[in-house]
Nanobody, 113 residues
């Protein structure tokens, strides 16, 4: 059975950086497309970024140039490097196995001075 464990969230000042990690258990990881979604208070969940098994990436316009998604198949882990953070990036960030629509529990990111 697959499990996803997110880590790396927290409180950061505007302009700061955080790196989220999502470690997957289970025997299969490398064929999956992995992604990060986020949900801000009172708003719908939105796609932040995803990365395919071949390493192709896609980003929401709001994070292009600031966020970078990457993966380490040997460690069964996907990362989201977030730079130049803004208050509007405040949200719960969810790791997702896009291929099978499987979600992690989420990690809170708060950007505030």
């Amino acid at each position: 059975q697959v499990q996803l464990v997110e880590s790396g969230g927290g409180l950061v000042q505007p302009g700061g950086s955080l790196r989220l990690s999502c470690a997957a258990s289970g025997s299969i990881f490398s064929p999956y497309t992995m992604g990060w979604y986020r949900q801000a208070p009172g708003k719908q969940r939105e796609l932040v970024a995803y990365i395919t098994s071949g390493g192709s990436t896609n980003y929401a316009d709001s994070v292009k140039g600031r966020f970078t998604i990457s993966r380490d198949n040997a460690k069964k882990t996907v990362y989201l490097q977030m730079n130049s953070l803004k208050p509007e990036d405040t949200a719960v960030y969810y790791c997702i196995i896009v291929t099978i629509d499987y979600w992690g529990q989420g990690t809170q990111v708060t950007v505030s001075s």
